[in-house]
């Protein structure tokens, strides 16, 4: 697939995920609860992802491939989604939606330059080299001013 297709469709993703981000944020404040709109959301989730399966996918797993995949791998990503979003749902109300998802940004930011670094998960490693570094503190440094007052 093209490049730019690829970062515009990176780009969307971003903005759909500041968008439940504030609309499940609006849900958690009407249930007086975060992690309720959490498991509500993670249910309709399932249901739609169930839904895209359904209709797209030919060639299922065999059971001896599933058997093989490592245990933590099947719950580990949700795990930290949950606290992730929770997280999200939690604060958006109490810092605004730009605050939060700016904050969050540079931990997501933070956290995947390192990670890309050392090659974490068994993905590409990417260097910080110093084209990288001045990035990563350009960056740091619009998030700051995003949200100094």
């Known amino acids: 697939m093209n490049q730019y297709i690829n970062i515009l469709l990176a780009f969307i993703g971003g903005v759909f995920l500041a968008m439940q981000g504030g609309l499940n944020a609006q849900l958690g404040v009407q ?3 975060p992690l309720l709109a959490s498991l509500t959301t993670f249910f309709f989730s399932m249901l739609f992802a169930l839904l895209v399966v359904v209709l797209t996918v030919k060639d299922f797993p065999k ?4 058997l093989n995949i490592p245990k933590y791998l099947w719950f580990t990503g949700a795990l930290f989604s949950v606290i992730g979003i929770g997280l999200y749902y939690y604060t958006i109300p109490k810092l605004g939606i730009s605050t939060m998802i700016s904050i969050g940004l540079f931990g997501q930011l933070i956290f ?6 050392y090659g974490w998960f068994g993905l590409p490693q990417e ?4 084209k990288r570094a001045f990035g ?3 960056m740091t440094f619009g998030i ?3 949200n100094k007052s």
Do not use: D, F, M, Y
């Open 112 to 117: 995947s330059a390192v990670a890309g670094h």
């Open 31 to 33: 249930l007086k609860n």
């Open 63 to 66: 059971a001896s491939h599933l």
């Open 136 to 138: 990563l503190l350009a």
């Open 144 to 146: 700051l001013l995003i």
């Open 127 to 130: 260097p910080i080299v110093i």
